[in-house]
């Protein structure tokens, strides 16, 4: 049977395969729901009987419908079931720890057998959270502030970049331009419309 062809999510047809019972399809996509294969038949053209739906059909060793070489939608292929491999997101967080509290530190000293040893200081579940997720609810008001100027800063910045962009080859005005990224920055935050 020609390879060039095979449908995708399949195998080419085996006939030791068949016989023992793995999932086959025609090239058109249907599901083959029996299989018999007469070895008595010897030297018959077509010594497969297969049912799709309420269909039977003959085809030979080879899974092909036709003895003549030409490809047919009715022609067998085994169903690829081999696993498939999934695409794990990495991370760098640890996963999350039973019973941690918002309050608890982002990366603790020890954890052993379920007991946890904290060090003193740094950030905190929440406050990591609100600097990855670029949200001010932190519950430290500096940090939260910060987290508002950068935003702040990110959305002046896009804002600049696509008003600059509606300019094509004249030269705007530096202060104007200045002036116009700060309000809208500060507009985007305000709303929430800032990333």
């Known amino acids: ?5 095979i449908p995708k999510g399949c195998l080419p047809f085996d006939l030791e395969r ?17 299989f018999l294969f007469n070895a008595r038949a ?7 009987v297969v049912t799709v ?3 039977f059909r003959t085809y030979t060793t080879k899974g092909k419908w036709s003895h003549d070489s030409a490809s047919s939608e009715h022609d067998l292929f085994m169903v690829d079931t081999r696993p498939v491999p999934v695409a794990r997101e990495v991370t760098s967080e640890p996963p999350p720890i039973p019973g941690a509290k918002d309050s608890d530190p982002v990366f603790p000293r020890n954890l ?3 007991h946890l040893s904290v060090s003193e200081g740094g950030l905190n579940i929440r406050q990591h959270a609100a600097i990855a997720l ?8 500096w ?10 800063l990110d959305a002046s910045e896009a804002a600049l970049q696509g008003w600059l ?8 005005n530096p202060e104007r331009c200045a002036r116009f990224a700060r309000e809208l920055g500060e507009a985007l935050v305000a709303t929430g419309g800032a990333a």
Request: proline residues 8%.
């Open 1 to 5: 049977m020609d390879n060039q062809n």
């Open 18 to 34: 068949a016989c023992a019972g793995d999932p086959m399809v025609t090239r058109d996509g249907r599901t083959v729901d029996g």
């Open 42 to 48: 010897e030297g018959s053209t077509y010594p497969c």
């Open 53 to 55: 739906g309420d269909l």
């Open 112 to 114: 052993t057998a379920g």
């Open 134 to 141: 670029r949200v001010p609810t932190s519950g430290t008001p």
């Open 143 to 152: 940090l939260d502030d910060m987290i508002r100027e950068a935003r702040r």
């Open 165 to 172: 962009a509606t300019f094509g080859e004249a030269t705007p």
